[in-house]
């Protein structure tokens, strides 16, 4: 024993030393790590404080407000009222919450006030909140008008188009299930129990999942993709008042990996679009036998495809945006090759809107913090050298309002160019760009005197 007692001694005195080293590494990238965040964080604060001060240049209309958690989903819902006498319009937002620490989560509706376009007082910026736009000088507020229970935060919400009332979210309970309120069954202020009381659930899929789409021209119809690899399709009209559980219609088998998002085509009933981490954009026809293939499978990105969206007005014409930083626009009729790349953005494409007034512009959201919103018309058109270092021809604009990345987009039914934005840190943005962004200054119409 006594011959072994150094080997062992030097072991134990061997371990410290091993250990100190180990520890001193684990600091040493800690305190990098913090350095690193630091400075990006200082990088942040400087491009949000020059966007700030630009911001009367770059927008009509700018409301920001802060959410008591964040909203990963935003969509403005079609209504309009237009109150007598007063010098604003009242729509509203659907939003959701991604609480953390037990909060309750919530599906929310807010009310936005909006300036008529006759009576807003242009450019007029209020220096204490950053907003833009103002109507017989009252504050341009969002205020939540209804709150409902909901289980676990809310991926996306999206309501019916035939009705708005009925609203889906995608969910992270219950191996992902969507659940389907109509609003006008829960009262504005949630009950104090928490409890989650959905009028139907749509249940099939194992996994949560963040694509959600409701069929614009067959009522009641809507996909869903999740990270399980499927895509279900349920009809809501089949559910009973003794059975408020619904099972898929079909359930679409065909990517390897998490589907990522879903999209009705704008004018064709029974098509529709998928795409995932496996890089692909499938077409389905629902008129297919269960089982079946899609109707065509490409590999549509060097990364991960996050969103996908049918222009409104254009048959052929649709959009996909990845992990490659890139938004692809497709020709339907040949999905060989990609019409155009749209390339901007510094990191990667979360979502994707067309705009429901013009055939040629879209908005892309990003995780870096970005919106930018483009003219595929402009695709080609001629740059000075100066032009091209701010982003090709047909980048329109880019909204840099967020100091987090943007989780979700929707163009207004109502109002033209105006959008709302919601981000992971707490900010829900309504702004509509400078007129003269979209519709340029011609020369030749400005009188000869107010040039002078």
Known sequence: MNVNTPTTNTSHAGTPQLSDAA???????????????????????????????????????????????????????PDIERPEGKDYTIQRLLLGTHTSDNENNHLQIAQVQIPRDDMAEQHKLNGETGELGGYGGAECKINIVQRINHDG???????????????????????????????????????????CRPDIKLVGHSREGYGIAWNAQREGHILSASEDTTVCLWDIKGVTKEQRRLEPLAVFRGHTAIVEDVAWHSMHTD???????????????????????PVQDVIAHESEVNCVAFNPKSEYVFATGSGDTTVALWDLRNLKHKLHSLEAHKEEVLQLSWSPKHETVLASASTDRRVNVWDVSRIGEEQTAEDAEDGPPELMFIHGGHTSKVSDLGWNLNEDWTLCTVAEDNIVQVWQMASNIYSPIDPATVPADAVE
């Open 23 to 77: 520890d001193k590494n684990e600091t040493t990238a800690q305190v990098e790590e913090q350095d690193r965040a630091a400075a990006e964080e200082k990088v942040i604060n400087e491009e949000y404080k020059m966007w700030k001060k630009n911001s009367p240049f770059l927008y009509d209309l700018l409301v920001t407000h802060a959410l008591e958690w964040p909203s990963l989903t935003a969509q403005w819902f």
């Open 271 to 293: 098509i529709f679009a998928s795409v995932g981490d496996d890089r692909r954009l499938l077409i389905w026809d629902t008129r297919k036998a269960p089982g079946d293939k």
């Open 153 to 195: 935060e809310i991926n996306r919400a999206r309501y019916m188009p035939q009705n708005p009332d009925i609203i889906a979210t995608k969910t992270v309970v219950e191996n992902g299930a969507v659940f389907i309120f109509d609003r006008t069954r829960h009262p504005s202020t949630p009950s104090s129990d928490g409890m």
